[in-house]
């Protein structure tokens, strides 16, 4: 830890974990859609289904959503914000087996009517991770460049993702891949210590049996 | 790379000849691999944002189950028409514990310090000496530096989450980072600053959390005042001389040993102490009526 984990973070309140990681999860789902949601599908386990409202998580999400950090002094006001920037949305609690008891459930929909589905967990201190992509394993926190390469599972795209980030001069820190089925969908999640260029995304974007790219870099904002 | 002692930082400052505030800064610049100048310049956004924090309390405002708000325009109030038993300058830091506590639960921009529950305790030593003092803004910053080292020896040796340690770890430390700030300021020397620290977590060893309907309200607000008046009293006993019986990091040690022993109701998980009396649990009942279904 260091000295601005103990001194910090600024955020609003009441709590790190319940509301400051619940905003960090609305904003990794709204950078991993690349748009304010148009129509958002959320549910509250465990703690964050138990004391949410007093922690104001559901506020919390919704700023996320509309792009805020969790220092951003609107989010108190984030249903009237959802509301002016035609967000529609929907809270649910529900039990989710071997969930950690900080976890929402968000289904997504972009203003282009590309659906999502992000399961994240906040892990205290504000920090959080992000658990399933569409129902795909990930584990990831964000805290560092992240590349999110859906693909067919067939041989070549491990090759060709470390191949053209390699040709960017990109290191890799950590590399995980995960698959629906044998056969099925899979996701490699990449985290690399700078930012992925954006030739990087739009090459593999080009790419035979890769489905979708996504990158978060850091403080690059959508 | 944090100190794992608050040993080490003191013997980091007799060998190097340096105040307790400049070891850690320089263990900061290795750290994170910037300059002093940086590491001051991020310090003082802190200090800002916790400065904004105060001038932006809302006496009015109450959280959204309603259990909090509106105590720290009642002590300010009571301040300025009488003398407080505390005298003016207490009285001024119980009026910021108390306002910054409320900021927190009602959704207002504050700083984690180390907690967000806890997050009252620090700025209500040390704006009000600040504001009185007409001190630098370079004393105070060496203040943060000093608190944030305390703060990491504890979260390396103990915990700083109510969840792994009880209230003690959150109040308590931030009780014992306030206390060493403070005798700092003072122009206390490494020696006793660790006293601070370590003579004000003692004073919160047991200290259990056991927020009503789990919410970071009752009484995590009123505690940030107890963990501010008892960094005060630290921090002057400190500078009187006064030694701590048992060192910080032998105090810091039981603090994780008494966490440990701890029962799971009494740490943040709003079942056991005061979130289990009859109007805990009325409260929590008439609060779940308000969760979403």
Known sequence: MNIYDILGPVMVGPSSSHTAGAVRIGRITQKLLAGIPAHAEITLHGSFAATGVGHGTDKALLAGLLGMEPDDIRIPDSEELAEKKGMKYHFHTKNIRGAHPNTALLQVKGQDGKELKIQASSLGGGRIMVNYIDDIRVDFTGEQPTLIVHNHDEPGHVAEVSKVLFQSGINIATMALNRSSRGGRAVLVTETDTDIPHSVVEHLRTCTGILKVTCINLGEDF | ?293
């Open chain 2, 1 to 293: 790379m944090a100190f794992q002692s608050m040993e080490e930082i003191m013997q980091q400052c007799k060998n190097k000849q340096i105040s307790f505030a400049e070891a850690i800064i320089q263990d900061d610049c290795q750290d994170r691999n910037v300059t002093s100048e940086e590491t001051r310049a991020r310090m003082y956004q802190i200090w800002d944002a916790m400065l904004l924090a105060s001038a932006t309390y809302e006496k009015n405002l109450h959280s959204k189950s309603g259990l909090v708000g509106g105590d720290g325009g009642k002590m300010e109030k009571y301040c300025m028409e009488q003398e407080s038993l505390c005298g003016s300058f207490m009285g001024s830091v119980i009026t910021q514990a108390l306002q910054m506590g409320e900021s927190n639960a009602c959704m207002k921009r504050i700083v984690a310090a180390p907690t967000a529950g806890s997050c009252g305790v620090l700025p209500a030593v040390l704006i009000p000496y600040f504001k009185s003092s007409g001190c630098s803004i370079d004393l105070i910053l060496d203040a943060l530096f000093v608190s944030a080292g305390i703060g990491q020896v504890i979260a390396e040796r103990a915990f700083i989450s109510g969840a792994a340690g009880g209230c003690q770890a959150e109040v308590g430390s931030a009780s014992a980072m306030a206390a060493g700030a403070m005798a700092a300021v003072k122009g206390g020397s490494p020696d006793q600053i660790s006293h601070a620290a370590a003579i004000a977590l003692k004073n919160m060893l047991g200290l259990v959390c056991d927020p009503v309907a789990g919410l970071v309200e009752v009484p995590c607000v009123k505690r940030n005042v107890a963990g501010a008046v008892n960094a005060m009293a630290s921090a002057d006993m400190a500078l009187a001389g006064i030694k701590s019986a048992i060192p910080a990091d032998q105090v810091i040690d039981a603090m994780r040993e008494v966490g440990e022993k701890m029962d799971v109701s009494l740490r943040e998980t709003g079942r056991g102490g005061l979130a289990n009396t009859p109007i805990g649990q009325k409260e929590a009942k008439h609060i779940r009526s308000l969760e979403v279904h």
